[in-house]
């Protein structure tokens, strides 16, 4: 009966938080918005851009500025009303805006414009669209069931030991959305031992944005419920504003502080479960759960000074960087790390780190790349980076004669800047740091060398893609659409058809008008499945295209839409299922004399399964 009952109230609370206003009683847009506005203006414009699915907010960006995106997003409604496509609300676009009778509604307790959970309930704020469809603020998916899957991640400190003091990552796991956004409203993990006992400090970051999700400090027993007396604690914070993306993956990293305790080490201590809650676009709760027995941190009780090392939340994300044809580019970063010394102060004084370079998926050597490197802690140029002999496109770079002061247990964050040589484009650059004795070097307060913790553990940074264009990617779609159905249910062949909208930086870029040399398909599941571009187009030929060439002038947008074939090539009579198709690449050019001079493929390998879009199979077979 007490569930029962809870449920009831959760129920009554569920429905006394959502908010539905009437068409007739829209918001009214009064103010000319363009980019840079902010406000609730622009909030509500924003929501009913999502509503019509000409607009798709970032995972963890809030509504109330008009930026590049909303740019874009108006002028495909100006061009849906037969407005000039200015990319600006003026008195026509207004005037279009009032007459749907389109709304915001932010009237629930604690719920600001833009918000996307009550401050003063937690639960999520609702917002109201023409048609009466009530959804989570932040969700583009609303009426859309989903599922949010939950597997362990690859960035996690398995087996590491920590003492008194020290921390770490302990796990690591990737909530990957289905068919809808998902609202993550709770985070769970159960340890195998009473973790207060070795922990003092918890907190969940995700590692996307490195933003931290939640932070329990001064931990007890009151934070954890006793599942399993002597071997199963739980742990669950509740989780605000973080959207899991339809399609997308987000990974959610567990960081650990452990206790001045003086325990008696070693301590094995097993993360036995994970779970994950969530509220997809009907307001359902879905709940994952993970089993992760193998994964564990040892405790390791007092010991003396150890260094220990991460990749700082200002370390840049993957992107594509804008350089010059006719001069070098500086001040690139690279890579920010944050080192801190457990218990006393240290001094390091020598790093030593890989970068990779590579073109079009071959080796390029990085002294090709850049003109220097340099490591900076605040303003102050700690040492130029000596480059080893390159291999297969990567090399050592080492930093020396250089005294850097840690104090204790206090983190300081340490960046590494490059010079790019002029006219590079078509070029990735990643760096990683292997966190060992020999990489990292120095002494401690007591003239005793550095001891470093954490040794294996890799910390890579984000792929920069350089490109002399600053060309853009934004706004992907895709879809696989089999012939008709007929009595079997297998087909021969499929259409695999998309869009994507490609920005120009400072220079004009150029798309070939050839389906083969603009974009590079691919199939996958299958070996004998084969996907063929058929077309490529980009609306009417504009007067300034050239033969044989889409122009995007500098600093505007255009739309470019494909279809090809994905076709079975197996000889053998039967069923090849789950054949997928897709586009790994995009090329370009920023002259009509070169066919592939630059690509872009950050942005897809990011949404995951060619596009993110994990349904779109077909069920290929010999008929």
Same mark, same amino acid.
């Given at each position: 009966? %007490? %569930?029962? @009952? @809870?449920?009831?109230?959760? =129920?009554? /609370?569920? #429905?006394? =938080? +959502?908010v539905t206003v009437s068409a007739d009683s829209g918001y009214s847009f009064t103010k000319t918005l363009k980019l840079g506005s902010r406000g609730a203006d622009v909030s509500a414009l924003q929501t009913v851009l999502v509503s019509k699915g000409l607009l798709t907010m970032p995972a963890g960006v809030a509504m109330g500025y008009y930026g590049s995106l909303t740019v874009s997003a108006v002028k495909a409604y100006q061009a849906s009303k037969g407005i000039s496509t200015v990319g600006q609300v003026g008195p026509a676009t207004r005037a279009a805006l009032n007459a749907e009778g389109a709304v915001v509604s932010t009237n629930v307790a604690g719920c600001v414009a833009g918000a996307l959970f009550s401050s003063v309930t937690g639960q999520p704020c609702t917002t109201t669209s023409t048609g009466g469809t009530t959804s989570t603020v932040g969700i583009t998916t609303p009426g859309v069931a989903g599922t949010l899957d939950i597997a362990r991640g690859s960035a996690v400190g398995n087996g590491t030991t920590y003492n008194d003091g020290q921390s770490g990552s302990i796990i690591s796991y990737d909530l990957k959305a289905g068919a809808s956004d998902e609202a993550v409203t709770a985070l769970s993990v159960d340890f195998s031992v009473r973790p207060w006992l070795y922990v003092s400090s918890l907190s969940f970051v995700n590692q996307q944005t490195g933003a931290t999700i939640a932070t329990v400090s001064g931990l007890t027993a009151a934070n954890f419920t006793e599942i399993t007396v002597g071997s199963e604690y739980r742990i669950t914070v509740p989780v605000t504003g973080m959207i899991v993306p339809k399609g997308q993956r987000v990974t959610v990293i567990v960081n650990a502080t452990m206790a001045g305790s003086n325990r008696t080490g070693p301590v094995n201590v097993f993360m036995t479960r994970a779970e994950a809650r969530a509220v997809d676009g009907t307001g359902v709760t879905t709940t994952s759960q993970l089993l992760a027995q193998t994964d564990k941190f040892v405790y390791g009780g007092v010991s003396n000074s150890a260094l220990i090392t991460t990749l700082d939340v200002s370390s840049p994300q993957s992107s594509i960087i804008q350089t010059s $044809? !006719?001069? *070098? +580019? &500086? &001040? $690139? !970063? /690279?890579? *920010?790390? !944050? #080192?801190k010394s457990q218990n006393i102060a240290s001094t390091l004084q020598q790093i030593a780190m890989k970068i990779s370079t590579a073109t079009s998926g071959a080796a390029y050597a990085p002294e090709n790349v850049f003109q220097n490197v340099q490591l900076v802690s605040g303003s102050t140029v700690l040492s130029n980076g000596t480059f080893g002999t390159s291999a297969n496109g990567s090399t050592t770079v080492t930093f020396n004669n250089f005294n850097l002061n840690l104090p204790q247990d206090v983190y300081v964050p340490v960046k590494v800047i490059a010079s790019v040589q002029k006219n590079v484009s078509g070029v990735t650059a990643s760096t990683s740091l292997t966190v060992n004795s020999t990489n990292l070097v120095g002494i401690d307060a007591n003239s005793n060398s550095l001891t470093v913790n954490s040794s294996g553990t890799v910390i890579s940074s984000a792929i920069l893609q350089f490109s002399a264009s600053g060309a853009t990617l934004t706004a992907p779609s895709f879809s696989i659409t089999p012939p008709l159905s007929n009595s079997t249910g297998i087909y021969k062949t499929a259409i695999f058809s998309g869009a994507f909208t490609l920005t120009a930086g400072n220079n004009p870029i150029y798309v070939s008008r050839t389906p083969a040399t603009a974009l590079t398909a691919t199939s996958s599941n299958v070996a004998s499945s084969t996907a063929t571009l058929d077309s490529i187009g980009a609306g009417n030929v504009l007067s300034n295209d050239p033969t044989g060439f889409y122009q995007i002038t500098p600093g505007q947008s255009r739309t470019f839409s494909f279809s090809g074939t994905l076709t079975n090539t197996s000889t053998t009579t039967g069923n090849v299922s789950n054949a997928t198709a897709g586009i790994t690449t995009i090329y370009f050019t920023d002259d009509t004399g070169t066919a592939q001079k630059s690509s872009i493929s950050t942005g897809l390998d990011a949404l995951n399964a060619y596009f993110g879009v994990v349904n779109s199979r077909v069920t290929l077979g010999t008929l």
């Open positions: 009966m %007490k %569930k029962i @009952s @809870s449920i009831i109230v959760m =129920l009554a /609370l569920a #429905f006394a =938080l +959502t $044809v !006719s001069a *070098v +580019t &500086n &001040n $690139v !970063s /690279l890579a *920010v790390y !944050s #080192f």
